[in-house]
């Protein structure tokens, strides 16, 4: 009995060794790293298609709620991020649309939006416009809006409709 338990234990470790060698191992040095900017995207097209209002962006980071293989998919896509405003877009904006003062109600608090935590502009000034902010359905995009630096800051659930 003890050589059965001996060789099941064998097969264990073979099967556990066999299965961490094959995990790509980006993946495992960014997790063991704890994030890296190499977590964020910095593709802008994707955020103009989904904010058309915003225009031409210049810069851009920001994380999908589908970027991380989980157990169990997300039949939602929630998007999170900073972009950089073309210069004078801002200023277009805010003559075009009521702008109060609002700052964003997390700090980035989904587990998708860890790489974010601590990027962004610095001592932002946040503003935000209730008009540009979308909840319709099963879609809701929240912007913020920092003047200083021309950022946005965005979280959008089922951007794409």
Do not use: C
């Not at 338990?5 to 264990?12: N, T």
């Not at 998919?73 to 109060?100: D, K, N, Q, W, Y």
């Amino acid at each position: 009995m003890r050589g059965v338990a001996l060789e099941r234990r064998k097969v264990i470790a073979a099967g556990v060794g066999a299965g961490l060698a094959v995990l790509p191992v980006g993946w495992v040095l960014r997790r063991a790293a704890g994030g890296t900017e190499e977590d964020w995207r910095t593709d802008a097209a994707p955020l103009e298609q989904a904010f058309p209002l915003l225009g031409p962006l210049t810069d851009a980071r920001w994380v999908s709620s589908r970027d991380d293989d989980r157990s169990l998919p997300s039949p939602e896509l929630a998007i999170s991020g900073f972009a950089r405003l073309a210069p004078g877009r801002l200023s277009g904006l805010t003559a075009a649309h009521a702008f109060v003062p609002g700052e964003p109600v997390d700090d980035f608090s989904s587990w998708f939006e860890k790489p974010l935590r601590g990027a962004g502009p610095k001592d932002p000034q946040w503003v935000r416009s209730p008009e540009l902010d979308r909840a319709d359905g099963g879609r809701s995009t929240r912007l913020w809006f920092d003047r200083r630096s021309d950022t946005v800051r965005f979280r959008a659930l089922n951007p794409y409709g």
